[in-house]
Antibody, heavy 116, light 106 residues
Framework: EVQLVESGGGLVKPGGSLRLSCAAS????????MNWVRQAPGKGLEWVST????????YYADSVKGRFTISRDDARNSLYLQMNSLRAEDTAVYYCARSSGSVDYWGQGTLVTVSS | DIQMTQSPSSLSASVGDRVTITCRASQDIGTYLAWFQQKPGKAPKSLIY???SLQSGVPSKFSGSGSGTDFTLTISSLQPEDLATYYC?????????FGGGTKVEI
């Protein structure tokens, strides 16, 4: 069974940093592209970043480019999102999602709140 | 960037009704279109990929169609458990984008 479990969310002050993790199991993690997608409270889904298998390519939404860094550790079956210079508008539930062409599996999400 | 426009933004229907949600892309995306269901307080769930292919385990009452710029998601017989917000999503090119969502009420 495919499982994606996010962790690392919490309350952080504007300008602060946070590192999200996603632990994957039930599939060959190294073979899949992985994504972060977020959802602000009461709002829709927003794609944040994608990393391909072998980290061959990485893409970011303009809203996070230069502030967020996606990475993966295939030996640990883990996906990460390093978030720096956080802003109030980054407040959201962050989902880890697997891609097989399109997104096919989602984690349960971790809440990031940016507030003073 | 490719914009995805869903309509309606919300709808109310009765149990047993056939429900159709539309999604329009701002440019041709072929069939690089997915649909997701998000129940209140839950993570999204993948329903359809490649515009019309059902994800494993998704009931056949869900169907998708379309190509190019115009797409539809149909629920053939609405049930109480289908209360959710439905999102379309293109994966044709980066940046990936989602539609604004359609809230389905029973």
């Amino acid at each position: 069974e495919v499982q994606l479990v996010e962790s690392g969310g919490g309350l952080v002050k504007p300008g602060g940093s946070l590192r999200l993790s996603c632990a994957a199991s039930g599939f060959s993690f190294k073979s899949y592209s992985m994504n972060w997608v977020r959802q602000a409270p009461g709002k829709g889904l927003e794609w944040v970043s994608t990393i391909s298998s072998s980290s061959s390519y990485i893409y970011y939404a303009d809203s996070v480019k230069g502030r967020f860094t996606i990475s993966r550790d295939d030996a640990r079956n883990s996906l990460y999102l390093q978030m720096n210079s956080l802003r109030a508008e980054d407040t959201a539930v962050y989902y880890c999602a697997r891609s097989s062409g399109s997104v096919d599996y989602w984690g349960q999400g971790t809440l990031v709140t940016v507030s003073s | 960037d490719i914009q995805m426009t869903q309509s309606p933004s919300s709808l109310s229907a009765s149990v047993g009704d056939r429900v159709t949600i539309t999604c329009r892309a701002s440019q041709d995306i072929g069939t690089y279109l997915a649909w997701f269901q998000q129940k209140p307080g839950k993570a999204p769930k993948s329903l359809i990929y490649a515009a019309s292919s059902l994800q494993s385990g998704v009931p056949s009452k869900f169907s998708g169609s379309g190509s190019g710029t115009d797409f539809t998601l149909t629920i053939s017989s609405l049930q109480p458990e289908d209360l959710a917000t439905y999102y379309c999503h293109h994966y044709n090119t980066y940046p990936l984008t989602f539609g604004g969502g359609t809230k389905v009420e029973i």
